[in-house]
């Protein structure tokens, strides 16, 4: 599958790993449309190639992760423009319905969007001088990328409406404490901790890596019944599989195993 060209965006392929840059650093890496919609191209691409295990987002420039929606890109912005913009599909649907598992790396500002294209990840890892918040409020008007749906599921209710009532921004520790991210590190450390938590996922079954994905993200979707017949049906489409089998072997056989993705 031919690799596509994005606009706004540096897509790099390491080993199994495709990392999406966001390259508006002038503009604190600012969602834009453009940048949006080559998010989605991005993440549907590595969804789809075989080879790739893992997906990071990140943003260029070590002051911003990104700073939220570009404001300065249409003005005032009417009820009717934002339905028909946000009826589509959206970045953060593309993030959750990617069959890799995603990983947010975190290095600066990660504001109003960019907090909730953050929280949209699977895992988030965050440098100490990272700023998070949902500031939305402050300009009279709320959240409209899961700040209020998928953040609470996060970071529980009283965490996520302190941080949507009050516009509060909280640094890196903070983020950490109430479970908005996975792990605080050093800035120059911030890509070494990221590989090796791709390393650490990578090595699995790309099947068995999709599927509890999918039963993850069911946990906070569907009730508990519900929940626990689902992620039965998914461990019985991880059994039928080629990588299972493998797993297995190479368990008795006292091996590594070798596993294709099948």
Request: overall charge negative; some cysteine; charged content about 25%.
């Amino acid at each position: 599958m031919e690799r596509p060209s994005l606009t706004n965006v540096r897509l790099e392929v390491e080993s199994s790993v495709v990392f999406l840059r966001i390259d508006r650093p002038e503009l604190r890496n600012a969602l834009d449309a453009a940048t949006r919609q080559a998010l989605i191209e991005g993440l549907d691409w590595a969804g789809a190639a075989d080879d790739v295990r893992v997906v990071v987002i990140t943003g260029e420039g070590g002051k911003s992760f990104a700073s939220g929606a570009d404001l300065s890109e249409s003005g005032q912005i009417s009820s009717t423009a934002a339905r028909t913009q946000l009826e589509g599909r959206r970045v953060y649907d593309a993030v959750a319905e990617c069959p890799r598992p995603v990983i947010a790396m975190i290095d600066g500002y990660c504001l109003g969007g960019g907090c909730e294209l953050a929280v949209a990840c699977d895992l988030r890892v965050a440098t100490t001088r990272s700023t998070f918040g949902q500031p939305e409020i402050r300009l009279g008007i709320i959240p409209g990328g899961g700040g209020t749906q998928r953040l609470p599921r996060l970071i529980g209710l009283g965490n996520a409406t302190r941080l949507v009532l009050t516009g509060e921004l909280i640094d890196a520790d903070e983020a950490r404490r109430i479970g908005l991210v996975d792990a605080v590190v050093a800035p120059d450390q911030l890509e070494r901790s990221t590989r090796e938590l791709c390393a650490s996922i990578t090595r699995h079954s790309p099947v068995a890596l999709g599927l509890a994905k999918r039963a993850l993200r069911a946990a906070s979707e569907l009730a508990l019944a519900d929940g626990l017949a689902f992620e039965r049906e998914l461990l019985y489409s991880a059994l039928d599989s080629t990588d299972a089998a493998e797993g297995i072997a190479a368990f008795r056989d006292k091996r590594a195993p070798r596993f294709t993705g099948t």
